[in-house]
């Protein structure tokens, strides 16, 4: 009776310690021949007896006396109970493996919650290949020493909120490379918008150099600056996975999430909610060592949902509908899956507004349209403005940090400078966006870029331009003025009148370097490998160096026609006499060329090899 009773608490005690790290060399069961053992091993085998006994009477009174408060209870002796219960040894496991009921951190979401929060991202009637997409890219950093710095995108859709958080890390990466090598304790430690001076800072372009941990912590402190903005400020709500945990010098074991996830398809709600766990912090500090130790989650393949989740969560779900103009619409869209305006601009702004104007747009009748409110961290080009499809307004155009998410019609990349004084306005820059923003805030078209004639008046007020009547009349006589009409007349106003004509014909001269970045595994023949065969191009996200040249008063149509303008006296030369502004290189052209000319009007781009790709 007692050997049985001495195997029962055997029993209990190795089904107790299903999810605890294995010892070392415990491989295999104790046999009846085995040598006797030494006082140590029967001290503690008689101290884990004593446990499980202890265990098995506790175990005992529950089911005698059942309470509500253990319903969420993570007590070992779970996987005991229902395997009493009928339940069968996998669906045991599976528990085990998710952390359903043991070893867990977090909250669950409610069904309500997590059946509002499946909809309002992927809708009612999503595809397998969206839902396949958007739960197999993980946050990982390229392997590639050149392209060491960046995210790789190997799923189509998920690009709009890899982008976004790597404009972010590329922030403290490039500019605050000190403050990140640091281990720091307490929320005053840890670096937020505006924390840094802009001055004069040129970064350096030695991505090589990079250690996993500077990566880390430069990606930890992007997610936390993102969702205390998208909270607010106030809070940080992280979404993690629902897994048992073995803690390794403080992260979490890659393999463990790995395995877990093997075999799971996010197909409804409920598959969602089943791996979900929600944690709410409002010190900065906690949420940092949260993300550190849930970095295994975010980098396993369901990572950046996981993120997207975090940062709907920090903002609210009905504060993220209050933002948007249409809210019956799936923030990702059909029929290729790709991340909505909305998500980028949540990530960058920390509000799902739809638009990338600034401020908002009445359109009368108690009707109106929502852009950015607020100037940003990290901007955001697109291509859609060169086609005249939307207008961005100067908070995203002009970010605090010269780096910007780069849209296209179907992916999201980026642009960064090394040299905060990329943004430096020379003299005919900081007037036209002094004029531009007296303009624009007068546009009340959908970036369409005219204005009647009463607010441009205001304009000619705000800006101290004065207009000889014949000119006044003409761009007035249609009862609207546009944008490119208006700024002809300028460039050819004296600038004594507030306009931009200048005898020397030198009004600054622009030339600096812009890199871009595309997450995307494509080939490259840049980083090719020579072969017996040839040349064998790599498949690697691609990173290229531009040298954007802006002239300092060439218009397209001078530049179309080859037109050279001499200067007068008064130029920048210091020897006084005059000087010939010569024709910019032959320029080569890409999609990429008519985004950066969004922001920097006449600007010229040259690279090497391969041409920069946006999609």
């Known amino acids: 009776m007692a050997d049985q009773e001495e195997d029962e608490l055997k029993m209990a005690l190795r089904m107790s310690m299903q999810n605890s790290p294995p010892e070392p060399k415990r491989s295999k069961p104790r046999d009846a021949g ?58 045991v496991r599976k528990e085990v493996d998710f952390g359903a009921k043991e070893g867990s951190s977090g909250q669950e979401l409610s069904s309500e919650e997590v059946n509002q929060l499946f909809s309002m991202v992927f809708g009612s009637g999503v595809s397998k290949d969206i839902l396949a997409q958007w739960s197999n890219q993980g946050i990982r950093f390229s392997p590639d020493p050149e392209t060491s710095m960046g995210l790789v995108q190997h799923e189509g859709g998920p690009c709009g909120v890899l982008a976004t958080l790597q404009a972010f890390v590329l922030k403290y990466l490039l500019f605050f490379p000190n403050e990140i090598g640091k281990v720091t304790s307490n929320a005053s430690q840890n670096l937020g918008p505006g924390r840094l001076s802009i001055g004069q800072y040129a970064a350096s372009d030695n991505f090589g150099s990079l250690t996993e941990d500077t990566k880390a912590r430069a990606l930890v402190k992007s997610m936390g600056e993102i969702l205390f903005m998208c909270g607010d400020n106030k809070r940080a709500v992280i979404a993690t996975l629902n897994v048992v945990r073995l803690d390794t010098k403080g992260f979490a074991n890659n393999e463990i999430v790995a395995k877990s996830l093997e075999g799971l398809s996010i197909e409804s709600a409920f598959d969602l909610q089943k791996i979900l766990r929600i944690d709410t912090h409002t010190s900065h500090a906690s949420a940092s060592q949260k993300l550190h130790k849930a970095l295994p989650d975010f980098q396993s393949r369901m990572g950046a949902l996981l993120f997207l989740i975090s940062a709907l969560l920090s903002r609210g779900l009905d504060s993220i509908q209050a933002d948007r103009d249409d809210p019956s619409l799936p923030l990702v869209t059909a029929p290729f899956g790709h991340a909505s305006q909305e998500i980028v601009n949540l990530l960058l702004c920390g509000q799902a507004v739809p638009n990338v104007f600034d401020g908002r747009m009445d359109l009368g009748g108690g009707m109106f349209l929502k852009g950015v409110f607020t100037s940003v961290e990290v901007g955001f080009l697109t291509l859609l403005e060169s086609l005249n499809f939307c207008k961005v307004g100067q908070h995203l155009k002009c970010p605090k940090w010269p780096i910007w998410v780069v849209g296209s019609e179907s992916h999201y990349t980026v642009l960064f400078a090394l040299d905060t004084t990329a943004q430096d306005e020379n003299e005919l820059e900081e007037r036209e966006s002094q004029i531009r923003r007296a303009f624009d805030a007068q546009d009340q078209s959908g970036g369409g870029g005219f204005i009647s004639v009463e607010g441009f008046h205001q ?18 006589s249609t009862g609207f003025i546009v944008w490119s009409e208006f700024w002809q007349v300028i460039l050819n106003l004296d600038k004594s009148l507030g306009g931009l004509k200048d005898s020397s014909g030198l009004m600054g001269k622009k030339v600096f370097d812009l890199y871009h970045f595309n997450g995307i595994a494509k080939s490259d023949l840049n980083g090719s490998h020579t072969t017996y065969g040839g040349e064998t191009p790599v498949q690697r996200p691609r990173l290229t160096k531009l040298r954007v040249s802006v002239p300092p008063r060439w218009t397209p149509e001078e530049f179309m026609a080859d037109v050279v303008v001499t200067s007068g006296p008064g130029g920048n030369e210091s020897s006084g006499k005059d000087t010939e502004v010569t024709k910019p290189e032959p320029a080569q052209h890409a999609p990429l060329v008519d985004c950066i000319r969004t922001r920097w009007s006449r600007a010229v781009c040259n690279w090497a090899g391969d041409p920069p790709s946006i999609v």
């Not at 265990?55 to 996987?79: F, G, Y």
Request: charged share 30%.
């Open 34 to 91: 085995a040598p006797a053992a030494s006082p140590e091993d029967s001290r503690r085998i008689q101290r884990e007896l004593m446990a499980a006994a202890a265990e098995k009477r506790m175990h005992a009174t529950r089911i005698a006396s059942p309470s509500p408060s253990l319903s969420h209870s993570s007590s070992p002796s779970k996987a005991t109970i229902d395997r009493s219960s009928g339940k069968s040894a996998d669906f």
């Open 459 to 476: 304009v000619l007020r705000e800006a101290g331009i004065r207009l000889p009547s014949e000119k006044l009349d003409h761009l007035c």
